[in-house]
């Protein structure tokens, strides 16, 4: 068995070998200025002017505008302070709003200013948008093939419609952050800057609901040192494989005992985030347990900084009342302090603060509601035990000198009695925020109309652990536009949407970032209020960009907000990712609901490009692996366990196809961890599945990062899967657009998953990456390399 102790040795000696190669590409990657990179560029050509002495936030946004360009056109423009050529000019304008920005075209001059250097960065990632390529947190999408690069004519003015705009993902399962680490979080910053948002936003469960998260500490002052390392602690972790969970996969069980191949994704049976890399599946000693919450500190303070260097605000927060763990309570006792007294709910709220304080950048503290609040009715006491929690951490927020603000949020927006109460009993400075009530299958509270005068932010579901779970497809444009229309109605100032994954979710994604700037499309009237609004306009954008067919969005604009129900959501424990009880109903009548999947395949011959293809295929997976759930589901309920088996196969199948992200990964562990999926499909049938994989060849890059800070090495993890073990991967680099390629071997880790690691560069970088399989198959990684590479951008912030 390959532990996660074990890769980790394997891991310092793949770093030890590349240590002496690595230091030759850091001096070819350093070699080549910006300037001299551009060498199409003659006098009296385009150029992107950006003032001596720019912020870094504008550096940036040239840079980027530089990246886009020469990815769609070939052009490499080089970047000057003073130019009399044609020019991409970049500008910092206070007559402006601080988020807003203009791009203008004046004498063969492209101005984007901005009221801020972020809203200048912002104008850049529109003016980039306009070139087709288009942003998503998975990843960026850009076309297939070159376009001629003619400066264009443009006069044009945005402003946010919410000052605060963003992502609330989720944890507690291994769909969401759990798995993240330092590179996912900077990946995500990365995205969320590109699509003009600005907020991230984390909850932590506390000990029993269902588990201590290590997100949120809870101890005393003193309890740590001065860069925020706890002394002592308790035991608390992210999800991983080897420990049962209370809801989503909840059994346990090794990778490398997962079936048709899907153990190759994995490189130890105890999947995890790197804090929790050998303390899994709990940490034991009291060292282990100060470990995990002090890697996690690490982790926040490298991602938060690199997230403020983007203009990012974070939040993180636990549950109200405080839930203190057992441990905690019993020092406290030892000390002849009473837990439940408020003086030591004080202290305690007090060192919460004075660790983050120490540890990490944050912007907000929230307070999270009772789950309770959306399912039962009025309980007036509790309101008042909540409302006094909230008031001891006012207080002690107030005693350290907090630099950060403190907000209420919840499942929902306020207690049954009266959802908008928070406004009456809490001061005007602190936000007030709150899901969609029922999982996100109600529409935005309008009871934030009846708040006055402080931050409101509203938070829709982006995807719903109760419809389709988060074990299929949900597309939701639709909805994500009603909803943003409604919390601008109730004059909410923050918009942001919970989540869990990342590319099957990207339209509706794409779609909450875009309402959150433009509203120009049609808007429910008062008498009229569907859960969702018209979308083809947005679909037909967003078709044609990833796939070159804009014909295509039509079949997505017909199911958005109506995709059959393929999973059983109906209680728990089927709740999030629901599970696959048999129906009764015959597969010929279920049939015609998915006949959207035939009208996605029969665009196939249509689709041209390497980029396009790889979406169009991981889209027709997708949707073929949705409709092969409701199949296997009806079959279950027959006695023919061979077309069981053949189903069940053909299901994991287009799920392995279309495995790309964190996210997908974590619905292969659902499959397996969940007891209602795998195993209860085997127990029908009576088998073992079978172990090899039997697809096509595969090379992809879970996390994307695209910006780095200078100074920083790119550590690749890259999944190279095949019938057969891949015999070599390795990752071509380059400054951008310029010189011979570097090679950088892979090191195999263990399984399918390789890695490489980009010594740091002084400029920006391309590469890509090629496999070497046994039946003589060469896969790329992206699919549109050497054509189009993966960039990285290289920041420096002051």
């Given at each position: ?9 394997a891991?310092a000696?793949?770093?030890?070998a ?8 850091a001096?070819?990657?350093g070699?080549?200025?910006p300037a ?9 050509s385009k150029?992107?002017l ?6 870094p936030l504008v550096?940036?946004a040239?840079?980027?505008i530089?990246r ?12 000057k302070?003073t130019?009399a050529?044609?020019?991409i000019?970049?500008?910092?304008d ?6 807003q920005?203009?791009?203008?075209t004046?004498d063969?001059t492209?101005t984007i200013s901005?009221g ?18 288009r942003f998503y947190?998975h990843?960026d999408v ?10 264009p ?5 945005h ?16 769909f ?12 995500i ?5 590109k699509?003009r948002?600005n907020?991230?936003?984390?909850h ?10 290590p997100t949120?500490?809870m101890?005393l002052?003193g309890?740590f040192d ?7 602690s ?5 999800y991983n494989?080897?420990q049962k969970g209370?809801?989503?996969p909840?059994?346990t069980?090794?990778?490398?005992d997962?079936?048709?191949g899907?153990?190759?994704?994995f490189e ?6 790197p804090v929790?890399?050998?303390?899994c599946?709990l940490p034991?000693?009291?060292d282990?347990?100060?470990d995990?919450?002090n ?6 303070r490298d991602?938060?900084?690199f997230?403020?260097?983007l203009?990012?605000?974070?939040a993180?927060g636990?549950?109200?009342p ?11 006792k030892?000390?002849g ?6 003086a ?6 007090q060192?919460?603060?004075r660790?983050i304080m120490?540890?990490?950048?944050l912007?907000y ?20 035990k ?6 001891l951490a ?6 350290v000198?907090?630099?950060f ?9 306020g ?7 928070f406004?009456?009993d809490?001061?005007k ?15 935005v509270?309008p009871?934030?109309?009846?708040i006055?005068?402080r931050?409101k932010w509203?938070?829709p579901?982006?995807?719903s652990?109760?419809f389709?779970?988060l074990?299929?497809?949900q ?6 536009r009603?909803d943003a229309a ?8 923050g918009?942001?949407?919970l ?9 509706n ?11 120009s499309?049609?808007k ?5 209020k569907p859960?969702?609004?018209?979308c083809?306009?947005f ?6 960009a990833?796939?070159?067919?804009a014909?295509i969005?039509?079949v ?14 109906t ?6 990712s629901?599970?696959?009880t048999?129906?009764k ?12 999947v ?5 665009f196939?011959s249509r689709?041209q ?12 997976s ?5 409709r092969?759930?409701?199949q296997?589901?009806c079959?279950?309920a027959q006695t023919?366990?061979a077309?069981i088996?053949r189903?069940y196969g ?9 495995v ?9 562990v659902n499959f ?15 088998q073992a ?7 096509a060849?595969?090379l992809?890059?879970?996390?994307v990062r695209?910006?780095a ?11 190279a ?5 891949v ?7 380059r400054?951008l ?8 071997a892979?090191?195999h ?11 740091p ?6 590469y890509?990456?090629v ?6 198959q ?6 549109t390399?050497?054509d189009?590479n993966?960039a990285v951008?290289v920041?420096e912030?002051s």
């Amino acid at each position: 068995m390959l532990t996660r102790r074990s890769f980790l040795s394997a891991l310092a000696a793949v770093m030890a070998a590349a240590k002496v190669e690595g230091a030759k590409l850091a001096s070819a990657l350093g070699a080549v200025p910006p300037a001299a990179q551009a060498a199409s560029y003659t006098p009296g050509s385009k150029v992107i002017l950006c003032p001596a002495g720019a912020p870094p936030l504008v550096r940036l946004a040239a840079s980027e505008i530089r990246r886009y360009i020469f990815q769609r056109t070939g052009e490499l423009l080089p970047i000057k302070a003073t130019a009399a050529a044609k020019a991409i000019a970049l500008q910092v304008d206070t007559s402006l709003q601080p988020q807003q920005y203009r791009l203008q075209t004046h004498d063969n001059t492209l101005t984007i200013s901005g009221g801020t250097p972020v809203a200048v960065l912002y104008g850049a990632y529109h003016f980039v948008e306009k070139l087709g390529v288009r942003f998503y947190l998975h990843g960026d999408v850009i076309p297939d093939g070159k376009i001629p690069f003619q400066l264009p004519v443009l006069d044009e003015a945005h402003t946010p419609l919410f000052p605060l705009r963003g992502v609330n993902p989720w944890g507690s399962h291994p769909f969401g952050f759990d798995a993240w680490g330092a590179d996912d979080y900077k990946a995500i910053f990365t995205q969320l800057a590109k699509l003009r948002m600005n907020f991230l936003g984390l909850h932590c469960y506390p000990e029993g609901a269902p588990y201590a998260e290590p997100t949120v500490w809870m101890g005393l002052t003193g309890d740590f040192d001065q860069q925020g390392r706890v002394k002592t602690s308790y035991v608390s972790h992210y999800y991983n494989t080897l420990q049962k969970g209370q809801w989503g996969p909840i059994l346990t069980r090794k990778t490398s005992d997962f079936s048709f191949g899907a153990a190759q994704l994995f490189e130890s049976d105890d999947w995890a985030p790197p804090v929790m890399a050998g303390h899994c599946p709990l940490p034991v000693s009291p060292d282990d347990c100060n470990d995990v919450f002090n890697r996690t500190g690490l982790q926040f303070r490298d991602a938060f900084t690199f997230a403020r260097q983007l203009g990012m605000k974070t939040a993180m927060g636990t549950e109200t009342p405080m839930t203190m763990p057992k441990v905690l309570q019993d020092r406290l006792k030892a000390q002849g302090k009473d837990p439940a007294d408020p003086a030591a709910m004080r202290e305690v709220y007090q060192g919460i603060f004075r660790r983050i304080m120490a540890t990490h950048p944050l912007d907000y503290f929230w307070l999270w509601t009772p789950e309770g609040w959306q399912w039962f009715g009025n309980n007036i006491e509790e309101y008042k035990k909540v409302l006094a929690d909230i008031h001891l951490a006012i207080e002690a927020a107030a005693n350290v000198g907090a630099p950060f603000k403190l907000a209420t949020s919840g499942w929902v927006l306020g207690p049954a009695h009266d959802r908008a109460v928070f406004d009456a009993d809490l001061p005007k400075n602190l936000p007030m925020s709150g899901l969609s009530q029922m999982l996100g299958t109600t529409p935005v509270d309008p009871a934030f109309a009846r708040i006055q005068g402080r931050d409101k932010w509203a938070i829709p579901w982006l995807e719903s652990d109760y419809f389709n779970g988060l074990g299929a497809l949900q597309l939701e444009a639709g909805r994500m536009r009603r909803d943003a229309a409604d919390a601008l109605a109730y004059n909410c100032n923050g918009l942001m949407g919970l989540h869990w994954r990342t590319e099957i979710i990207s339209p509706n994604i794409s779609a909450l970032a875009q309402a959150a700037w433009d509203q120009s499309w049609s808007k429910p009237t008062a008498a009229e209020k569907p859960r969702t609004l018209p979308c083809d306009d947005f679909y037909a954008d967003w078709a044609q960009a990833n796939f070159g067919l804009a014909d295509i969005g039509k079949v997505f604009a017909a199911i958005d907000g109506k995709v059959p129900q393929s999973v059983d959501c109906t209680g728990l424990p089927g709740c999030p990712s629901g599970r696959l009880t048999p129906d009764k109903t015959p597969w010929k009548e279920v049939a015609p609901k998915y006949e959207f999947v035939d009208q996605l395949q029969a665009f196939s011959s249509r689709v041209q490009g390497a980029g396009n293809l790889a979406r169009f295929h991981y889209w027709l997976s997708t949707f073929s692996y949705h409709r092969s759930i409701a199949q296997l589901r009806c079959a279950l309920a027959q006695t023919d366990t061979a077309e069981i088996a053949r189903i069940y196969g053909e299901t994991y199948g287009y799920l392995l196809a279309s495995v790309n992200t964190p996210g997908a990964l974590a619905m292969v562990v659902n499959f397996e961890n969940h007891d209602g999926w795998s195993p209860l499909v085997a127990q029908q049938v009576k088998q073992a599945w079978p172990s090899t994989y039997t697809g096509a060849p595969r090379l992809f890059v879970p996390t994307v990062r695209s910006l780095a800070s200078k100074g920083e090495a790119i550590t690749l993890k890259l999944i190279a899967l095949d019938k057969q073990p891949v015999k070599s991967v390795t990752v071509k680099v380059r400054p951008l657009g310029q010189g011979p390629w570097q090679s950088i071997a892979a090191t195999h880790v263990a399984r399918a998953v390789w890695q490489a690691k980009i010594p740091p560069a002084l400029h920006d970088i391309e590469y890509h990456a090629v496999a070497e399989c046994a039946g003589g198959q060469k896969p790329v990684w992206p699919p549109t390399a050497p054509d189009i590479n993966q960039a990285v951008i290289v920041t420096e912030h002051s």
